[in-house]
Every structure is written in structure tokens, then in C-alpha cells.
């Protein structure tokens, strides 16, 4: 899968369980190595998925869905944002935050609605 312009998107959903993290840490390490990220920064960008990704889950009802959205900016950073389709946020532990915040560029949080939105760029 290539995906490069400055208008590509990838759309992912998946079923609001554990197991299914690993798909969107998939997803968002091929769109970083199509775009020349190095491998530190593939993998900076995997840790930050699996923490939003995880939150999200985890505030997620057990039938809900984790919704992801990638997209490209300037063929040199990358766009997530996620929502669950039903559920909400507990309090995001501090750790996980600073995480978070330490291997991406930006982000935002709503935690009545489980909407994250981060970039990453190269």
C-alpha cells in the first residue's frame, strides 16, 4: 500500500477490543515508511497509537467501535484522529499523557466524547 498526496486519507474501524490495536499501529507505521519517517520515528509514532488507540478501547462499550482516521499533510506528517462510536474517557492516566505528548507534535483530547487528534510529523 502507498499512500502519498497531499489529499491521501485512510479511514480505519475496528471493534473496540484490545486485540485489535495492533491493526491501527499497522496502518500507521506503512503510512510513516511510505513517507521516508525513520525508524525512530515509525516507531515514536506506533507507541502513540497503541496509547490513544488504548484509551479509546478501554472507554469504549463492548459492542462500540474505535473509529481512525489518517491523513497526510505536505507529504511529510501525518493526521490521526479517533473517536469511539458510543462511551467516554475516564481520566487519561498522567503517564499515558505525557507519552503521548513526548513522541508526537500535537494533541488534543475530549474526554466527554473519546475524540483524540494528534500529528506526527517527519
Do not use: K, N
Not at 525513520?38 to 479509546?56: G, T
Not at 463492548?62 to 462511551?87: L, S
Amino acid at each position: 500500500m502507498t499512500i502519498t498526496g497531499a489529499s491521501a486519507q485512510v479511514t480505519l474501524g475496528i471493534p473496540a477490543a484490545t486485540r485489535h490495536i495492533r491493526v491501527a499501529r499497522t496502518v500507521a507505521a506503512t503510512i510513516a515508511a511510505d513517507l521516508d519517517f525513520s525508524a525512530d520515528q515509525i516507531e515514536e509514532l506506533r507507541i502513540a497509537v497503541d496509547e490513544v488507540v488504548s484509551l479509546l478501547v478501554d472507554g469504549a462499550r463492548a459492542d462500540g467501535e474505535v473509529t481512525i482516521r489518517f491523513g497526510i499533510v505536505d507529504d511529510r506528517c501525518i493526521e490521526m484522529h479517533a473517536a469511539i462510536e458510543h462511551g467516554s474517557i475516564a481520566d487519561v492516566p498522567a503517564l499515558t499523557e505525557q507519552i503521548i505528548r513526548a513522541v508526537v507534535d500535537d494533541v488534543r483530547l475530549d474526554e466527554r466524547t473519546g475524540w483524540f487528534s494528534m500529528q506526527r510529523a517527519q
